[in-house]
């Protein structure tokens, strides 16, 4: 099934079974008020949520909602946990390569991952606000999942039955403020604006065979200003798959119900698919050429990030925003 | 006025409002359920849990709970941001000086502060469970506040008018992960464990003169197995301010209401008064002596994290637990 969150009824929105084709929604208030409110007791709900899904899709709810993506907030507007991976290892590798650093071996053994912002997510049609184009602004495509109740020193075997959602994200970075912010050591705060999601959250089995091995098998496609940017794999190069990641988060703490894993930026080693952020084709650009030409994005420029199934049709939804200038209060 | 989260009632508890000398409580329903709801709504939620609070130290409220410390869970029983910074650089500087590293001088102008874990913490008698003594496990005595919303780009000024709630809080720290996870450079993922509060939230105004300058100005206690072991006053060699974290914070995305935002470990220039975290004593130890002799915490010791007002009085209650073993699933 397909889940998302309507902009109406609170800063959590409220929770609706979406159809497959994405075209029509039903409040789900019977299972739960909001997606945080299914994941708290979602062996509960989720029975309740799939009963609606397969009436929806029987044509059985005449009065469900037309859709429009612009209605829908992130499928969780606020989140208690996200923390973000770096699955796809040679995404790291290139961009470590372009600065003449090595990679330390460890990478391939152990997940580099980060504590994210969650107190609030953009919706999948909302404007980027930022204040400066000085920053550096750039998009990272990204598949994610959302986990249950995760207990500490969880094993990753373990870990698989714990996704619960599969999301796709544009974790937003601000390229030219990184450098100076993970040089103290202490990760990323200035240097990550606010992420935006695809319109629903899809449970696994809804993926038929494209989620598989702990991973999501099929393109991320991105945009920039309609033109095609990346299609990278996420099924390939994955060196961590999420119930790694979720392993990786869990060895010192439990996780809460809730918890937004991201996979990191996808990247494929095959140059040919491109990118699915700017720095990655900069740096790509840097080590054939000896130079980045593709400037990052500009108030006004817009990114597309979608996946499509093997029919053509879209199954998240597409985030589609634009970068605005943000005027500081005085 | 002083509020706490009571452990019935689900996962965010069940908001209070607590007597001055913390020996009774009243639900406050008519305010909000939760502690998150009332900051979701603060401007309408604060003057109903005020008026509460006058009835309650008038002793209109015969029938207030009579309140004991296990029956509370943290504040915030999970929250949607928890930022903590640095703000005593003299605890940086002497750590760092212990591994013969300089301190970067602009650590004196620019806060050091990471993306900590809230999906859910540790109420203040809590144990906690660690699964490892190898892992070197230590308190951070630290006092926090709590934000309304914050738009993005608040200046320091502004700031301060944000500030809705003061708490204590101890960051439990596996120092022996920090290294290998800090020389990554994305932060702190496993090597801090959940982290755990003092009993009550209290009002700016309800701590009178010991809030001041965007600081709280009173000694702040630590104890190990009943041993005093710190009493650094929080108002002393803060570099850096509440107000100057929250614009920190704030630089590049708005903060949902709710944010906690941690001072870092409370830390005075003058050695006499103790430390507020093992691994500073055990800094001192090894600048003296050479070696530091100090242990890490092992499973059954307990920590005491106070601070009283100018009468004796404990302010926010104490944050009193012990470690446990804890044994993973298999």
């Known amino acids: 099934m397909k889940l998302g969150s309507l902009k109406a009824g609170g800063r959590d929105g409220t929770l609706v079974v979406v159809s497959r084709d994405l075209r029509r929604a039903v409040p789900a208030a019977q299972a739960a008020a909001t997606l945080q409110g299914a994941l708290d007791r979602w062996a509960e709900a989720s029975p309740i949520l799939a ?6 899709e029987a044509g ?34 290139l961009v470590r390569r372009a600065r003449g650093v090595e990679l330390p071996p460890s990478f ?10 969650s107190d609030g997510f953009l919706g999948p049609t909302d404007p980027i606000p930022l204040a400066s184009e000085d920053w550096g602004i750039d998009f990272e495509a990204e598949v994610a999942v959302i986990t249950d109740d995760v207990p500490m020193g969880v094993g990753t075997a373990a870990a698989a039955a714990h996704i619960r ?12 403020l990184i450098p100076a912010e993970l040089a103290k050591g202490f990760g990323f705060v200035q240097s990550k604006a606010t992420s935006s999601f695809a319109p629903v959250a899809v449970t696994p089995d809804e993926l038929g065979p494209a989620w598989r091995d702990g991973k999501l098998h099929r393109p991320l496609l991105s945009f920039r200003n309609g033109e095609p940017f ?39 080693r095959d140059p040919a698919v491109g990118a699915s952020c700017i720095a990655e084709r ?11 030409t593709t400037p990052f994005l500009r108030f006004g420029e817009r990114v597309r990030i979608e996946m499509l199934d093997d029919a053509g049709a879209s199954l998240f939804g597409a985030i589609d925003q634009a970068v605005v200038r943000y005027e500081p209060p005085a």
Do not use: C, K
């Open 51 to 56: 009963g609606i899904a397969d009436r929806l």
């Open 165 to 176: 959602l599969v999301l796709l994200l544009n974790d937003i970075s601000l390229r030219n």
């Open 282 to 292: 900069r740096t790509r650009e840097l080590l054939a050429d000896g130079r980045a």
């Open 230 to 268: 990346g299609r990278p794999d996420a099924g390939t190069d994955m060196v961590f798959d999420f119930p790694a990641l979720i392993a990786h988060a869990a060895r010192t703490r439990r996780l809460g119900a809730g918890t937004i894993i991201g996979s990191g930026t996808v990247a494929n």
């Open 60 to 93: 059985l709810l005449p009065n469900a909602l037309a859709l429009e993506p612009a209605m829908l907030a992130a499928p969780l507007p606020r989140a208690y946990q996200f923390v973000d991976g770096s699955a796809y290892v040679v995404h790291v590798e």
């Open 108 to 117: 391939w053994r152990d997940p580099l991952m980060y504590q994210g912002g």
